[in-house]
């Protein structure tokens, strides 16, 4: 019975048989058949069959049960899981689904798996999102499949997003121009809109502020050119669902562009403009993690400001252990803010982020010093200028290391650790130095 709901064959064959029987007993004007409901049975079994394949039912016959049926159901399961943020169940679900898919050889599948669960990893393992874009992409380029060369732009942005996320620069620099020239000639594009923001995200890392404004500022004059108000009827073309898609992405979208557009100017000092900026995407933003990010970026920025009662207010709305470490920081209660600093280290996935360790490591750096406690600030310091020559590795051909060095990381210098490094080995080479030429008086040398 199984194989009989799964193989369109046999359906088929059980089809042809029955219609057989109905020409047949229609040839008998005296038989029962034809003065009862039989004589539409035909009928309704051919209407299911036909209406069996665009409903996607069918699935191939093989000896372990999966069916395509079965497989899209995992994956509609999965996807919803995502939207109610249960991600560990989503992940179970797509990758079922993923193994059916493969055991299909069905293409199409396996792109949306992958895509799924990159989407389901998002929040705990930046490689592993990483990982499953690259095998989608794979898959994209090696399938004869022209449908699913409408899926690329998407994945590219994923891909860009997660190397920037990572510290690989150049990949992710390189990706989101794929992006644009995929996506040049599409009206209504949100991947137009996030590869601007990546670059601008790109230039802002390299500390070529002026750039990266120019692309963050692209990104909102993009994302003016989507239509906010859409149709039933843009259901039923790939222009319109393009729209529709593009519509529903800008609320995460738009506050996190204004937030970016923030952050470059903080770090240009323009600080009453930064907080404009903040406060703009918290009118926007609906999301409730942006809304938490917001209220720490603005309280680094009043904190700049040495109004010290709003950056507070701000920064423990927050909640977010590396703004109240920068906050501690500031008010010389080094102890706390060690604690904060410890407490970023197992934030996932953002500990995988070279820039964010770069500045928990500085942090960390900055507070033993305040304590003096002068080796574990030496080990700190040297920490981060080791993740900073790291990165310098992934920068794109002609970012220059005076402009790495001058840009900031939520209001540390990149080369801050550097001198301060110096500084503390030097003080500790005079402090030895003086101790042995003190024991040489003594002994009377």
């Not at 003016?224 to 259901?235: A, C, G, M």
């Not at 996190?256 to 918290?282: C, F, M, P, V």
């Not at 109004?307 to 207010?313: C, F, I, P």
């Amino acid at each position: 019975m199984e194989k009989f709901f799964q193989n369109p064959k046999i359906f088929l064959v059980v089809l042809v048989l029955v219609w057989i029987t109905h020409f047949i007993q229609r040839g008998k004007p005296e038989s029962s058949y034809n003065r009862g409901c039989f004589r539409f049975f035909p009928w309704v079994l051919t209407i299911i069959f036909f209406l069996s394949f665009p409903l996607g039912y069918w699935g191939c016959e093989h000896n372990s049960g999966c069916s395509k049926r079965i497989a899209y159901k995992s994956l509609k399961s999965g996807l919803n899981k995502l939207q109610e943020k249960d991600y560990i169940q989503a992940a179970t679900l797509i990758d079922s689904a993923l193994v059916c898919f493969s055991e299909l050889k069905d293409t199409v599948g396996m792109v949306n798996c992958h895509v799924g669960l990159g989407m389901a990893n998002a929040f705990k393992d930046y490689q592993v999102v990483l990982d499953n874009g690259l095998k989608a992409l794979e898959f994209i380029n090696a399938s004869e499949d022209t449908s699913l060369l409408k899926q690329k732009p998407g994945l590219l942005i994923m891909i860009a997003g997660i190397n920037l996320n990572l510290g690989h620069y150049n990949k992710s620099f390189s990706k989101s121009h794929q992006t644009l020239d995929l996506e040049g000639n599409n009206a209504y594009s949100i991947y137009k809109v996030s590869a601007f923001n990546i670059i601008g995200k790109n230039y802002y890392s390299f500390g070529i502020y002026d750039s990266a404004l120019i692309f963050q500022n692209l990104a909102l004059d993009e994302m003016e050119k989507i239509p906010t108000k859409t149709s039933f009827f843009d259901y039923f073309s790939d222009e319109g669902r393009n729209k529709l898609m593009s519509s529903m992405a800008l609320t995460n979208l738009k506050p996190s562009i204004l937030q970016d557009i923030g952050n470059i100017h903080r770090n240009l000092g323009n600080y009453e403009k930064a907080i404009e900026y903040y406060n703009q995407a918290l009118s926007e933003a609906k999301d409730e993690e942006i809304v938490k990010y917001l209220h720490s970026n603005l309280g680094i920025a009043y904190l700049e400001l040495q109004m010290l009662d709003k950056a507070e207010e701000n920064i423990k709305q927050g909640g977010n252990p590396i703004a109240l470490s920068k906050f501690y920081l500031e008010a010389n209660d080094y102890s706390q803010a060690i604690n904060h600093l410890k407490e970023g280290l197992d934030l996932k996935p953002q500990n995988q982020n070279p820039e964010f360790l770069f500045f928990i490591s500085t942090g960390l750096g900055q507070a033993f010093e305040g304590l003096k406690d002068s080796i574990q600030a030496i080990n700190n310091y040297r920490k981060a200028t080791e993740i900073l020559e790291n990165l310098k590795l992934n920068m794109p051909d002609g970012i220059t290391d005076s402009l790495i060095y001058n840009s900031k990381v939520w209001g540390f210098s990149k080369s801050e650790p550097f001198k301060s490094l110096d500084r503390l080995i030097s003080e500790s080479n005079h402090s030895l130095k003086y101790q042995y030429d003190s024991k040489e008086v003594e002994s009377g040398e």
